[in-house]
């Protein structure tokens, strides 16, 4: 009898452990199952069909990955969190042991058909099994996905490389129009875990919420909108393209106009400047292949570059141009008069010949008169050639000279257009820059 009545106690004694436990380690899974006896997640948690589901954006901006112009895309890192609220997953806390939060995963719940619509892809950085929700006793649902996002973008590049862009998110219903499903967002937008871009500064990224009607479906879709505003950092640009430019015209400049000789020195620095356009031309074909084709206009960097073409073609035309100008003494031109002008150029005459054949004869030259009449035709003929040698000396030393102030004034002239050039053009792209 002792035997019975202690295997009876010991019993009643598990039984209560098992009951203690099974009460403290089942709140969560009777939930559930209480929850999930008549849930469809396959429809919109509502009791009146003609009730409208509100769901609150706030994604949470992580970095910017890559900005592709020609592509006209951009690659984000997100967390994309949305809430909302489902009737259908509330219960009473003092029911199941206070619990007041319900983690399930968003496979076994209602998820609204939210989308960005002008997505090219998305990569999902947590499995969809670990994707969890977080449910409130009062059925409020929240959701955060990250996620890698390459969204269309219009890029506009008139003020390249000191352009500020502007790449939009847009966010709507797949299927559920406004009178079914209503979408908000939080203000502000988060961005405290934001990494910045070594290429852009980040400027801002606020929300806003159109509505719209379609005709088609008789019906308003709501849309929200993400504005990404990001400034590119030009100091790369300016250090790879724009210097070198500077550099390598203005060494061309000073090369093709420095000082030669009459040997044909000018030719090979009229090969320099042909070299410096094809160096520039090299420069610009980098710049388009990094741009989208479009009809809206020429970056201000492809116009420096253009520019810079444009100065080194001259330079080459100006040195060809002075070179004919020079090889006219050849030809026994004298220095044109505007050429003077230009170079306040003063010519200088030539002295007359010493030995003056025609001068009159004194009688003791007439007493030699017969020996010198013999040398007489000699010495005209050494005279003359002397007097044309001395002319065509002093011509060629005029061209020279006019040639040399040439080679300075179009040297001076071409330096400062260059640096005036790049001036203008860093006003221009500074002026558009966010402060």
């Not at 007359?352 to 040398?375: C, G, N, T």
Request: charged fraction near 20%.
């Amino acid at each position: 009898m002792r035997f019975r009545t202690t295997d009876a106690i010991f019993f009643l004694m598990l039984l209560h452990v098992g009951e203690v436990s099974r009460v403290l380690l089942t709140h969560q899974q009777r939930l559930v199952n209480t929850i999930f006896e008549t849930y469809d997640k396959t429809l919109r948690p509502i009791e009146d069909t003609d009730s409208v589901t509100n769901v609150t954006l706030n994604p949470a901006l992580y970095s910017i990955l890559k900005t592709d112009e020609a592509a006209e895309c951009i690659v984000i890192v997100q967390s994309f969190r949305m809430i909302w609220k489902d009737i259908f997953l509330s219960w009473d806390p003092s029911e199941y042991g206070g619990m007041r939060q319900l983690m399930l995963p968003i496979s076994r719940i209602w998820y609204p058909d939210i989308t960005f619509l002008n997505l090219i892809e998305v990569v999902i950085i947590v499995p969809e099994d670990n994707n969890f929700a977080s449910i409130s006793y009062d059925g409020t649902v929240v959701t955060n996905i990250d996620e890698v996002v390459t969204l269309h973008c219009k890029y506009h590049i008139n003020m390249y490389p000191f352009d500020v862009q502007n790449c939009t998110m847009h966010i709507g219903s797949w299927m559920h129009a406004g009178e079914q499903m209503d979408i908000f967002y939080s203000s502000p937008t988060d961005l405290d875990q934001y990494n910045n871009n070594t290429e852009w500064e980040f400027i801002s990224f606020t929300a806003r919420k159109e509505k719209a009607y379609y005709v088609t479906t008789e019906s308003t879709w709501v849309d929200i909108y993400y504005d990404i505003v990001i400034q590119r950092k030009p100091t790369y640009y300016l250090l790879t393209f724009v210097l070198p430019c500077i550099i390598i015209t203005s060494i061309s400049i000073i090369g093709i106009f420095a000082p030669f000789n009459d040997s044909g020195g000018r030719e090979e620095k009229v090969t320099m400047g042909l070299t410096t356009m094809l160096t520039m031309a090299v420069i610009l074909t980098i710049i388009t292949d990094k741009m989208p084709r479009t009809s809206e206009g020429m970056p201000l960097l492809a116009m420096y570059i253009m520019m810079q073409i444009a100065i080194a073609a001259t330079n080459s035309f100006v040195a060809v141009f002075i070179l004919y100008q020079q090889r006219k003494w050849t030809k026994g031109e004298p220095v044109p008069g505007w050429i003077r002008i230009i170079t306040f150029l003063t010519l200088r005459k030539v002295k007359e010949s010493a030995i003056d054949i025609h001068a009159p004869l004194s009688e003791h030259m007439k007493e030699q008169l017969m020996v010198m009449y013999e040398m007489r035709g000699m010495m005209q003929q050494i005279t003359e050639h002397i007097y044309d040698q001395e002319v065509e000396e002093r011509l060629r030393k005029d061209w020279q000279r006019a040639a040399h102030r040439l080679d300075l004034i179009a040297m001076l002239f071409f330096l400062t257009l260059n640096f005036t050039l790049t001036l203008v053009f860093l006003v221009i792209g500074f002026s558009n820059l966010k402060a």
